[in-house]
């Protein structure tokens, strides 16, 4: 439910292994945005974007890379240059407009070892 | 930059009694507060937002008040019940209507039956 579908739920790696998470959205929002979620740490953010062709970088968005060819889907990438790459990623979506609620998606463990 | 500050980091409490979870913001003009609720292994929802334009907003259990001279914003469950079990993150939108939120590091909040 909430229209925004993110897959695979659990995500296992090798280190030096670059790996791309999925993101989409059905709910016709223009704004899309990456959380990374660790314990005792709140959320974080990544990178976002509030249109088609162009995104930005957040708070962690070293080792990171994004894309927004579609309005529905906005993938990470976590590359090989990433140093704790271990997190749970959290993607999200909103209007874009002013204040509008963020919407989550159900997330991503990812596992690197 | 800038930061939001969120007490306590775990909070437990009765059955019926109140609960209630503090956040300071950094970002003077910040003219958006939403709360948002994460149940074990699930997404972040959102519970409650205000805006600045009002001190109070009340949706049955759950309350937020702000105070922009002091910067500071609360959560007040009211009643509370074994399923309000979860951790609560506040965030502050930074950087003008065009920003983003930044979030608290989280609060767990327990309650006994």
């Known amino acids: 439910d909430g229209g925004i579908t993110q897959s695979p739920k659990y995500l296992f790696r090798k280190e030096g292994q670059n790996v791309t998470l999925s993101c989409e959205q059905n709910l016709n929002h223009d704004a899309m945005y990456w959380y990374r979620q660790d314990p005792g740490q709140g959320l974080r953010l990544i990178y976002y974007?509030?249109?088609?062709?162009?995104?930005q970088k957040g708070d962690i968005a070293e080792g990171y890379s994004v894309s927004r060819e579609k309005k529905e889907s906005f993938p990470l990438t976590v590359t090989s240059a990433q140093k704790n790459p271990t997190a749970f990623y959290l993607c999200?979506?909103?209007?874009?407009?002013?204040?509008?609620?963020?919407?989550f998606g159900n997330g991503t463990r990812l596992t690197v070892t | 930059g800038e930061n939001v500050e969120q007490h306590p980091s775990t909070l437990s409490v009765q059955e019926g009694d109140s609960a209630v979870i503090k956040c300071t913001y950094s970002d003077s003009a910040s003219n958006y507060f939403p709360w948002y609720k994460q149940e074990l292994g699930k997404r972040p929802q959102l519970i409650i937002d205000i805006r600045s334009n009002v001190g109070e907003k009340k949706d049955q259990r759950i309350a937020v008040t702000l105070n922009k001279t002091a910067k500071h914003f609360s959560l007040h469950i009211t009643e509370t019940q074994p399923e309000d079990s979860a951790v609560y993150f506040c965030?502050?939108?930074?950087?003008?209507?065009?920003?983003?939120?930044?979030f608290g590091k989280g609060t767990k909040l327990s309650v006994k039956p």
């Open positions: 974007s509030q249109i088609v062709n162009d995104f």
């Open positions: 965030a502050a939108k930074v950087g003008g209507s065009q920003g983003n939120l930044i």
């Open positions: 999200a979506s909103s209007m874009g407009d002013l204040n509008s609620p963020l919407h």
